[in-house]
């Protein structure tokens, strides 16, 4: 099992720009960020493939957040561009051991620690 951690996370503006980073101790198949605000559920949020050629994204999110990797380096990137205050959440990477990325975080067995993101308004 790989070992994730995460990073990147902090207190930016509504309209901003954020990229996190989630660095994996091995080689990984599909990857996901989910996010859990206080009050609420842990949402999935963006997933890809290991080849990155298929990706996935929440609704809330389309359109303003990239999901990529760097398998070279091992490392899933989340690019959070025009941040809102609603994007407020702790911030998890999650690793699966299917090719194709599913979106629900019951098919997902390893997780990160979790990096703050704090949107103001």
């Known amino acids: 099992q790989v070992h994730l951690v995460e990073s990147g996370g902090g207190l930016v503006q509504a309209g901003d720009s954020l990229r996190l980073s989630c660095a994996a101790s091995?080689?990984?198949?599909?990857m996901a960020w989910f996010r859990h605000a206080p009050g609420k559920e842990r949402d999935f949020v963006a997933a890809?493939?290991?080849?990155?050629?298929?990706?996935s994204y929440a609704d809330s999110v389309k359109g303003r957040f990239t999901i990529s990797r760097d398998n070279a380096k091992n490392t899933v990137y989340l690019l959070m561009n025009s941040v809102k205050p609603e994007d407020t959440a702790v911030y998890y990477c999650?690793?699966?051991?299917?090719?194709?990325?599913?979106?629900?975080?019951?098919?997902?067995?390893?997780w990160g620690q979790g990096t703050q993101v704090t949107v103001s308004s």
């Open positions: 999650a690793a699966a051991g299917s090719l194709l990325p599913p979106k629900n975080y019951g098919e997902y067995d390893c």
């Open positions: 091995g080689r990984t198949n599909a």
């Open positions: 890809t493939s290991r080849s990155g050629s298929s990706t």
